[in-house]
């Protein structure tokens, strides 16, 4: 990985961190290998493990993000940096949202897509946010940050299974 791919990773990271802590959620970037498939994590008031998948571009000069889109996590957040801007613009939404919009799954041998298994799929986002298809039902900035509200309260699982209630004391 390039020093400029991985620290425009970091970064996306640490902002969508910094921006749910700036706003209440509990949540802690994961550490480690046995966090594969996502970056971030948050409690939610159900006690569930929340898994956040942060995916960052140079947007709009770039628009593909790639990766293993269709499970490991429960929320993608993509990172749209305008470099030549100081802000970022956000795209949230959940792995159902997404999985009607992914490209089909790559099988070609000689890509960096095929040799990792044929795992990886793409998610275009065109300059007003539309996807491949044309459709712009993706939540980009305030109100992405109401749906990943509304999302984060209605996830009931993680990655250990689904929630079990436990009788309060008393």
């Not at 942060?54 to 947007?59: A, P």
């Amino acid at each position: 990985m390039s020093i400029e791919k991985s620290s425009s990773c970091a970064s996306g990271e640490y902002l969508v961190l910094g921006e749910m802590l700036r706003r209440g959620y509990e949540c802690y970037l994961a550490n480690g290998p046995t966090q594969n498939g996502w970056d971030i994590v948050i409690l939610n008031e159900h006690g569930a493990n929340i898994r956040i998948q942060v995916k960052t571009i140079d947007w709009p000069e770039k628009n593909a993000i790639n990766g293993k889109l269709d499970d490991g996590f429960d929320i993608l957040i993509a990172v749209l940096l305008q470099r030549k801007k100081p802000q970022a613009k956000y795209v949230i939404a959940s792995l159902n949202e997404i999985k009607p919009h992914l490209s089909a799954v790559s099988t070609d041998e000689s890509t960096a897509r095929g040799q990792r298994g044929g795992k990886e799929r793409t998610l275009n986002l065109g300059k007003n946010f539309e996807t491949q298809d044309g459709k712009k039902d993706l939540k980009v900035d305030e109100a992405g940050w109401s749906h990943l509200k509304a999302l984060i309260h209605n996830l009931t699982t993680h990655s250990t299974g689904p929630v079990k209630n436990t009788p309060q004391p008393g």
